[in-house]
């Protein structure tokens, strides 16, 4: 569990996010239950993680969630999403607000083999 007054916007929180994805996603199998947003949310952050912070993330992060994730280091695209959304909804701030640059910085740094978050841009 994530104590919610610990996320930042930064490069080492975005980090723990990213390596937490793995992990949440073994103990939810364990588990029996589904890896999508809601459940990584409650994993993450227990009573904290209301109906209306998950509905926030999810309306941020434009997706439903309970829909089944991908691996993170497979497709990485709704997980950045997923954690930007979250940092996002924590800190109260707007999607733009965001750091993109050392979310995608941690991302390769948890997965160094993982796909191209970029890949689409030109």
Not at 7 to 23: G, K, N, R, V
Not at 60 to 84: F, I, M, S
Not at 87 to 97: F, P, Q, R, S
């Amino acid at each position: 569990m994530i104590p919610i007054d610990k996320i930042q916007d930064t490069e080492t929180c975005y980090l723990q996010l990213w390596l937490m994805l793995e992990s949440t996603r073994l103990s939810l199998r364990e588990q029996y239950k589904r890896y999508c947003i809601r459940n990584i949310l409650k994993e993450w952050f227990d009573a904290a993680a209301t109906d209306d912070f998950i509905w926030e993330v999810c309306i941020k992060a434009e997706q439903l969630g309970l829909n089944e994730l991908p691996l993170p280091y497979v497709d990485p695209r709704p997980h950045r999403e997923l954690l930007r959304a979250t940092v996002a909804a924590t800190l109260k701030t707007g999607m733009n607000g965001i750091n993109l640059m050392a979310l995608d910085r941690a991302y390769r740094i948890a997965y160094p083999d993982g796909i191209t978050l970029n890949v689409n841009k030109k």
